[in-house]
């Protein structure tokens, strides 16, 4: 951080500037929302090609294929059946808390809480 104040990396520093520059000129214009937002959507869009880019090179190398009995561990596999209804009812439980506090948050039940 100290680097970036100081300007002892000129380029990295510079990057920072113009991003933070840009960041509060967005929020002076637009709403935190639509610049976070297009903020991730910017993300996504950099990063979603380079991991395609990754994947094909991979599947363009020629190694021979591991065999199936490498992958998987030794013994049984798998959740009892008491198991797994443990696990959906606390996966429900879950899913339905996060869709309460995001229905709360983003039709502003409380305004202070949604900002």
């Known amino acids: 951080v100290w680097e970036l104040l100081y300007w002892r990396a000129p380029g990295w520093s510079a990057l920072a500037l113009v991003g ?3 960041t509060l000129g967005c929020l002076a214009r637009f709403s935190a929302i639509s610049v976070g937002a297009y903020g991730a959507l ?3 869009g950099v990063t979603v090609p380079l991991r395609l880019h990754r994947a094909t090179l991979q ?3 020629r190694h021979p294929p591991e065999p199936p009995c490498r992958t998987q561990p030794e013994g049984t596999v798998g959740l ?3 198991g797994q209804q443990r696990w ?3 996966l429900a439980r879950h899913l339905t808390a996060a869709t309460r506090t995001l ?3 983003f039709l502003v039940h409380s305004l202070p809480e949604s900002l």
């Open 103 to 105: 229905v709360r948050l």
């Open 80 to 82: 009892s059946p008491e």
């Open 59 to 61: 599947a363009l190398r």
């Open 20 to 22: 933070a520059l840009g």
């Open 88 to 90: 959906a009812r606390l």
């Open 42 to 44: 910017a993300v996504l």
